[in-house]
C-alpha cells in the first residue's frame, strides 16, 4: 500500500475530460538514458500472477516505492528514537518484506516518510510538521532497519493543504516549515549513509485553491539563512488532465504536470544551481473506465495505455529526469467509483496498460555491451569492429558506429532468448583515424554508448 491520501479532485487547464481518449498509439525506441522505471505495489503475492517482486522483475521494474508512516510506526516517544530495536517502534511488516524481497530480486526500495505523531508536534493531527529533529532521528532508525534501501523522500505533497500544515494560501509558512523538516532529514540520512539519496519537494501538481502551485511552493521553500534546504533529487507527482507532451504550453498560474517536467527542472535548477537535482517523478497515473473518489478525470484501457507510454517517452526524453514512477500496479476493487489505477484488474487480468509498461525501457534491461576502446584502422576495415552484446529480454538488437553525428556503419541482430549473447561486426567501407561513438540499441533497455578510437 502506499501512503495513504485524502480524497482528492483535480480541476487543471487542460483539454476537456470528453476529448482524453483521442490520444494516438505511440511506439517505442531505445532512449539515450533511461529513467528509472519505479512503481508502487503490493509487496506480496498477485492474483494469477504469483509473488509481486518476481512480477516486478519481469517487467524490468528498477524501484518499488512504499510508505512508512512516522505516525503509526512511532504511536508513543521512543527512549532511544535512533535506535530501531526501540520497543516503541512499531515497524510494519510490508516494509520488512518489501526491503527482503528486494534483496532477493535486486531490485530497489524507495520509502516515502510522511504522519506525524502526537508526541512529536504539540499533539496536533498527523499533517502538522514534527519537530525536525524527531523526524530526522525517526530516518534515522529507519535507515539502520533497512540499511539496504537508498532512496528516501522526505514527506508526500506538503504543497497539499490536507497533506501538510503549517500551510496557508499566499503565505510562505509552509514551505518553510517543510524546508526546515527536510534539511534536517538530509543531515541525518547522509550521516546514517553517504550512500542515502535524499528526495525532497515531493511537491504535486496542485489544482484550484487546495493546493499551493509547485513554482511557489519551491521560491518559498527556504531556511532562515535563505538558503534552500539540502536534498539530492527533487520529488514531484506531475498529474495531469491532458495527453503527456512536453511541447505543450505551461499550465497557468504555476502548476506542473507531465508536460511541464521539462521546465519543472528549469525551475529546480535555478533553485538549485550547483547541484542542478534531478527529478524523482514518483507518482504518474491516468485511470480507466471511469473517474473514482481521487480522480474525475478518466481515459478508456486502450487510452490508459497510451498516457502511459507518452509519460515514460518524456521522462525518458530528458537527463534532468532520475524516475518515473507508476500508481499503481493493481486496481482496487470495482466498483462505481473505484480507483482504476492499475496495470492489471484487481482480480489480476492484464490490462493494455501492462503491456506498455512491459514495453518501457529500463536500466533494470539495459544491455552488457563489450566493445575495445581502441582498433587499429586496417584490422577494422579487413574484419570490422566485433560488439559483443548480452541482451537482457528477445527482440531486435541494433549497433550504429557514429562520427561527428554522421553514421559510419550499422549492424543488427535478434536476441532469440533473454540473456543471449551476440557478436555484431560494424563494416565500413570508409574509415579514417579518429574518435568514434558507437550506440547499441536492445530491446526494454536504455541505449548504451561507448567510445571507440580508430587508430
Given at each position: ?17 470528453l476529448a ?6 505511440l ?29 516486478y522483475?519481469?517487467?524490468?521494474v528498477?524501484?518499488?516505492q ?17 535506535s530501531?530495536?526501540?520497543?516503541a ?6 516494509i520488512?518484506q ?9 531490485i530497489q ?9 502526537g ?13 525536525p ?6 530516518l534515522?532508525a529507519?535507515?539502520r ?12 505533497e ?16 509552509g ?7 527536510l ?12 550512500r542515502n ?7 504535486f ?28 533529487w ?9 495527453f ?13 504536470d507531465?508536460?511541464?517536467i ?17 527529478l ?6 491516468i485511470?480507466?473506465?471511469h ?15 497510451q ?37 492489471l484488474?484487481?482480480d489480476?487480468t492484464?490490462?493494455p ?10 536500466r ?12 587499429r584502422?586496417?584490422?577494422?576495415l ?14 531486435r538488437?541494433i ?8 553514421r ?10 533473454s540473456g543471449?549473447?551476440l557478436v555484431l561486426?560494424?563494416r565500413?567501407?570508409r ?7 558507437l550506440t547499441?540499441?536492445?530491446?526494454r ?11
Amino acid at each position: 500500500m502506499r501512503h495513504s491520501r485524502t480524497p482528492k479532485k483535480i480541476f487543471l487547464t487542460g483539454l476537456p475530460a470528453l476529448a482524453l481518449c483521442a490520444a494516438l498509439v505511440l511506439g517505442w525506441a531505445a532512449p539515450a538514458q533511461a529513467a528509472e522505471k519505479a512503481i508502487w505495489g503490493p509487496a506480496g503475492d498477485v492474483p494469477g500472477h504469483g509473488p509481486a517482486f518476481d512480477l516486478y522483475r519481469r517487467l524490468g521494474v528498477d524501484t518499488v516505492q512504499f510508505g512508512l508512516d512516522f505516525a503509526q510506526t512511532a504511536p508513543v516517544e521512543p527512549v532511544n528514537p535512533r535506535s530501531p530495536d526501540d520497543p516503541a517502534y512499531r515497524w510494519p511488516a510490508v516494509i520488512d518484506q518489501a526491503v527482503a524481497e528486494g534483496s532477493r530480486t535486486g531490485i530497489q526500495v524507495a520509502l516515502l516518510v510522511s504522519g506525524a505523531p502526537g508526541w512529536s508536534n504539540g499533539g496536533r493531527s498527523p499533517i502538522w510538521r514534527p519537530r525536525p529533529r524527531a523526524f530526522a532521528d525517526f530516518l534515522v532508525a529507519a535507515s539502520r532497519r533497512y540499511p539496504t534501501v537508498r532512496r528516501w523522500m522526505v514527506w508526500g505533497e506538503p504543497n497539499r493543504f490536507a497533506a501538510f500544515q503549517p500551510n496557508k494560501r499566499g503565505s510562505s509558512a509552509g514551505p518553510r516549515a517543510y524546508a526546515k523538516l527536510l534539511d534536517a532529514s538530509y543531515g541525518a540520512l547522509k550521516e546514517a549513509s553517504a550512500r542515502n539519496i535524499v528526495i525532497g519537494g515531493m511537491t504535486f501538481t496542485g489544482s484550484g485553491g487546495a493546493d499551493m502551485p509547485p513554482r511557489e511552493f519551491l521560491s518559498w521553500m527556504r531556511l532562515p539563512n535563505g538558503r534552500p534546504p539540502r536534498l539530492d533529487w527533487y520529488g514531484h507527482n506531475p498529474f495531469s488532465t491532458r495527453f503527456p507532451d512536453l511541447s505543450d504550453d505551461p499550465i497557468p498560474g504555476g502548476f506542473r504536470d507531465i508536460s511541464d517536467i521539462d521546465l519543472l527542472s528549469r525551475e529546480v535548477a535555478r533553485v538549485y544551481p550547483r547541484r542542478r537535482p534531478k527529478l524523482w517523478l514518483s507518482e504518474y497515473v491516468i485511470q480507466s473506465d471511469h473517474g473514482s473518489t481521487e480522480f474525475d478525470v478518466f481515459v478508456s484501457k486502450k487510452g490508459q495505455a497510451q498516457w502511459l507510454t507518452g509519460a515514460y517517452r518524456a521522462a525518458n526524453s530528458l537527463a534532468s529526469v532520475a524516475g518515473l514512477g507508476w500508481l499503481s500496479l493493481l486496481d482496487a476493487p470495482e466498483s462505481k467509483l473505484s480507483t482504476n489505477y492499475g496495470l492489471l484488474t484487481a482480480d489480476g487480468t492484464r490490462k493494455p496498460s501492462f503491456a506498455a509498461f512491459l514495453r518501457a525501457p529500463s536500466r533494470a534491461f539495459r544491455p552488457a555491451v563489450r566493445v575495445g576502446p581502441s582498433i587499429r584502422r586496417g584490422r577494422a576495415l579487413r574484419r570490422g569492429i566485433p560488439v559483443r552484446v548480452k541482451a537482457r529480454s528477445a527482440g531486435r538488437v541494433i549497433a550504429v558506429l557514429q562520427r561527428r553525428g554522421r553514421r559510419v556503419a550499422r549492424r543488427s541482430g535478434r536476441a532469440r532468448v533473454s540473456g543471449a549473447g551476440l557478436v555484431l561486426r560494424l563494416r565500413a567501407r570508409r574509415l579514417s583515424r579518429g574518435a568514434y561513438t558507437l550506440t547499441v540499441d536492445a530491446p526494454r533497455g536504455e541505449r548504451v554508448r561507448r567510445r571507440i578510437r580508430v587508430r
